[in-house]
């Protein structure tokens, strides 16, 4: 299993980022995918959740309504769009997958070396 986050960045409170992952080494079609993200000096926060087919999502309170998950099944690919972002949301972001395929169970713990976002003026 091999999972490859890309699109981080630096960029101003009220911007956007994409961020993407590349999957391989499984079947990405038959697993919720999530995004999780760590901030300095605190513990993995989970952010967003997808199911196999991309059809229901879900969001921690504190991104609903600003950030956007989707995937690519065809390309192996998961993205979170991120827009009217904050300080708060500063932290290394990763893609995880679900220990089960087609249900949602609890992720494995991040394997990858993630993507930074930093929000500062």
């Known amino acids: 299993v091999q999972l490859v986050e890309s699109g981080g960045g630096l960029v101003q409170p009220g911007g956007s980022l994409r961020l993407s992952c590349a999957a391989s080494?499984?079947?990405?079609?038959?697993?919720?995918m999530y995004w999780v993200r760590q901030a300095p000096g605190k513990g993995l926060e989970w952010v967003s959740a997808i199911n196999s087919g991309g059809s229901s999502t879900n969001y921690a309170d504190s991104v609903k309504g600003r950030f956007t998950i989707s995937r690519d099944n065809a390309k192996n690919t998961l993205h979170l769009q991120m827009n009217s972002l904050k300080p708060d949301d500063t932290a290394l972001y990763y893609c995880?997958?679900?220990?089960?395929?087609?249900?949602?169970?609890?992720?494995?713990?991040?394997g990858s070396q993630g993507t930074q976002v930093t929000v500062s003026t």
């Open positions: 080494g499984f079947t990405f079609s038959s697993y919720w």
């Open positions: 995880v997958r679900d220990r089960t395929p087609y249900d949602r169970s609890s992720y494995y713990p991040p």
